[in-house]
């Protein structure tokens, strides 16, 4: 039997090339081993931006829009919507039997969440709700309801994987073994930096470039990166190593690369020059896949379709794994 991938976005905004080679990447090349479901995530999405409903669905056709024209093929891939399989949310309340309180405060990945988002949940965290608290929980819904073996995710989620794993093994312990225990799978390119070098791209961060964004909007970002303090004049000697714009050139212009980093060393080359150029690069990388965007968003009943077969391979997976489910933990009644 092929094995199963269960991966996912939140549909909290449009995916970004931090994004792409974190994760979209890798499960493009992995839909043609595994039987591949791809989970619009608008019910976690909702944990952070349960006031912004709007945000949250306007942006699961972006999210499906960005798979797509990344090159999953609907024909190997099942895209299908969270809270359009009720059995997740079902399964998440089982599960929350499973973990301590305690335990998901220690969670790194919640942890750092809860100080990024101080807006929303208050300096000391002392705003944050039960359902935010919890997202671990209901993710570890997603991966298990459809009996995902592999997760291929980001680094930043690898607690949130090792979670799950904790969950299930709790739940084979008390109710007997039902559930297999899933594994991440990393890609092999560390988390992308932002333009202004932090340590994460991030859509609320505002240092990302979107697989959607147009050649003017690739320029406009890419002339603010960040680029070695130290050098004042066009043609003063600089450290590539610490210069964004280098940073995205070893991943964007190839062999163009080298003469980059020798040039700027040498001070023969101008920031501003050297920014345009990766502009150009980044925006021939996004070419196609803006073209293969295109064509879908064209044709709106055929994303309609996809998104509606998915759910129902999704719906037929999560139906037979929770009668087991239930059948474990002696709650399946009259059958
Ligand atoms: N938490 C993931 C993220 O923020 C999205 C996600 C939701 C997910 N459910 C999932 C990822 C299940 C993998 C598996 O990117």
């Known amino acids: 039997m092929r094995k199963t991938i269960l991966t996912g976005d939140r549909t909290s905004g449009k995916l970004h090339i931090g994004h792409y080679f974190g994760s979209l990447k890798n499960r493009v090349e992995l839909q043609d081993k595994y039987d591949t479901f791809i989970i619009m995530a608008d019910v976690q999405a909702l944990t952070d931006n349960y006031n912004n409903p709007e945000k949250v669905s306007e942006n699961v056709m972006n999210v499906v829009l960005d798979n797509l024209s990344v090159g999953i093929d609907p024909d190997k891939?099942?895209?299908?919507?969270?809270?359009?399989i009720p059995e997740i949310a079902e399964l998440t309340v089982y599960y929350s039997n499973l973990v301590t309180i305690a335990r998901l405060y220690r969670n790194p990945t919640v942890k750092t969440e809860i100080e990024q988002k101080k807006l929303l949940f208050g300096e000391k965290g002392e705003g944050v709700t039960y359902g935010f608290l919890g997202y671990p929980i209901s993710q570890a819904a997603d991966i298990t309801a459809f009996g995902g073996d592999l997760v291929p995710v980001g680094a930043d989620q690898i607690p949130v994987i090792e979670q799950t794993r904790e969950i299930v093994r709790r739940f084979n312990s008390i109710y007997g073994d039902t559930l297999s225990e899933p594994e991440h799978l990393l890609s092999e390119t560390p988390r992308l930096k932002g333009l202004d070098g932090n340590e994460k791209m991030g859509k609320s961060l505002g240092n990302a470039v979107f697989l959607s964004d147009t050649e003017e909007e690739v320029l406009e970002k890419v002339l603010k990166a960040l680029t070695d303090k130290n050098k004042i004049k066009k043609y003063d000697p600089a450290d590539p190593d610490k210069c964004m714009v280098y940073y995205y050139h070893k991943l964007f212009s190839g062999e163009e690369a080298k003469i980059?980093?020798?040039?700027?060393?040498?001070?023969?080359?101008?920031c501003v020059d050297c920014k345009k150029q990766l502009a150009g690069n980044i925006s021939n990388f996004l070419k196609p896949i803006q073209e293969k965007r295109k064509y879908y968003e064209e044709r709106p009943e055929l994303v309609e379709e996809i998104i509606k077969r998915g759910n129902l391979n999704a719906k037929k997976r999560a139906e037979e794994i929770m009668k087991k489910v239930r059948h474990s933990m002696k709650i399946d009644y009259f059958s």
């Open 77 to 84: 891939s099942n895209i299908f919507i969270q809270s359009m």
């Open 260 to 270: 980059v980093e020798k040039e700027c060393r040498a001070g023969e080359r101008g």
